[in-house]
């Protein structure tokens, strides 16, 4: 019965750990939470990016339409 009494013991401890890392854990979670619409501004700015690789690709069919009437 000692044994029963002392892992109870044990495992009240457990949980009492794991809820004190959970409400750590919150915390952390309300920080990352606060964090993340500061990032989500830094998203559209990726597109803009793209688009900025893409604006050089554009280019790339007027040569090709220069090389069109040469063919001709």
């Known amino acids: 019965m000692k044994r029963l009494r002392d892992s109870e013991e044990q495992i009240l401890q457990k949980l009492q750990d794991t809820n004190n890392n959970l409400s750590k854990n919150k915390g952390k979670r309300r920080e990352s939470a606060s964090y993340t619409p500061g990032a ?32 001709e």
């Open 40 to 71: 989500s501004p830094n998203e559209p700015s990726l597109p803009r990016h793209v688009r900025l690789e893409e604006s050089p690709i554009s280019p790339t069919p007027g040569p090709r339409s220069n090389s069109n009437p040469a063919t």
